[in-house]
């Protein structure tokens, strides 16, 4: 169950499982056991395109230090079987969601595999700016979910959730470049280091840190916030971002600032999902004392 479990990246799986039940909590109003069956669809498919992409980059995890202990290029599963569990994860996930969700849940989810497996595996290895492409494969999960508990696909709302989803990832994907340099180099990946000096990948990443917390102010926009708690909480966590982003990159030492930027903008993508769902939780409340 193990080998399982790490060949599916179960963490990424299960984050990315969540985002999806987050919007499908967004569109019905409230919590719902309805959720299970699309969920564990999603989490079947998210898995199953882990693993897959496991079997693509097995040669260059066998290269780095952070991903040769996998399940393929440690030797513990043969690639053949991993490629076959993959796929028939994958499978098992769009069945699912074409009885249980419908169509359009169903394309998505399909586009969701061609765009990580097809085009940011693929990416990944010529540019290091695949990320920025790559990022829309973190933006379906949201839509999928939303769709799942009967949203329209064209609500504005839920696109500007992805749009700050998608926003998000792509700091947070150069962060991880710059944490593991020494391994993208290693397995011959292109990465940001080889490309800028220290005080230009901090313009970089500070312009899109900036760009992610702007991005989380047009939510109220189009979201239907019923507690004015939350906005409250959305603008002081989106400010703390914002000076936390702006002390620490422009006075703080090279490798610690970047790691302490990391932590920071992740605890404020997850804050801010967590306070969307948290509203919706508090009106279901409310309504059904």
Not at 110 to 116: G, K
Not at 157 to 164: D, E, H, M
Not at 255 to 275: D, E, H, M, Q, W
């Amino acid at each position: 169950m193990t080998l399982l479990l790490s060949l599916g990246k179960i963490r990424i799986s299960l984050l990315v499982t969540l985002m999806a039940a987050e919007s499908y909590t967004l569109a019905v109003g409230q919590t719902s056991m309805r959720m299970l069956l699309p969920m564990t669809a999603v989490l079947l498919l998210a898995c199953g395109a882990c693993g897959l992409n496991q079997y693509q980059e097995r040669r260059t995890d066998g290269l780095m230090e952070r991903t040769r202990g996998r399940p393929i290029p440690s030797g513990r599963l043969s690639p053949s079987v991993a490629l076959w569990i993959s796929l028939g994860l994958i499978s098992s996930g769009l069945f699912v969601l074409l009885f249980v969700a419908g169509g359009e849940v169903s394309v998505l989810g399909i586009l969701a595999v061609f765009w990580y497996n097809g085009v940011y595996t693929f990416l990944k290895r010529r540019t290091a700016f695949a990320g920025v492409p790559g990022a829309l494969v973190g933006s379906i999960p949201p839509v999928m979910g939303w769709v799942s508990g009967g949203g329209s696909l064209f609500d504005p709302g839920i696109w500007a959730i992805a749009f700050f989803i998608f926003l998000w990832q792509v700091p947070h994907g150069w962060l991880l470049q710059i944490a593991f340099e020494k391994d993208y180099r290693r397995a011959g990946l292109p990465c940001l280091p080889d490309l800028f000096k220290t005080e230009q990948l901090k313009r970089i990443l500070y312009v899109w840190i900036l760009s992610t917390s702007a991005s989380c102010l047009l939510i109220p926009l189009f979201v239907l916030i019923h507690f004015h708690a939350v906005s409250l909480f959305l603008l002081a966590g989106t400010l703390c971002l914002m000076a936390h982003a702006t002390i620490s990159l422009r006075f703080g030492a090279d490798g610690a600032c970047f790691k302490s930027v990391f932590v920071t903008l992740n605890a404020y993508a997850f804050s801010v999902l967590l306070l969307l769902s948290l509203d919706r939780v508090l009106v279901s409340s409310a309504l059904n004392p």
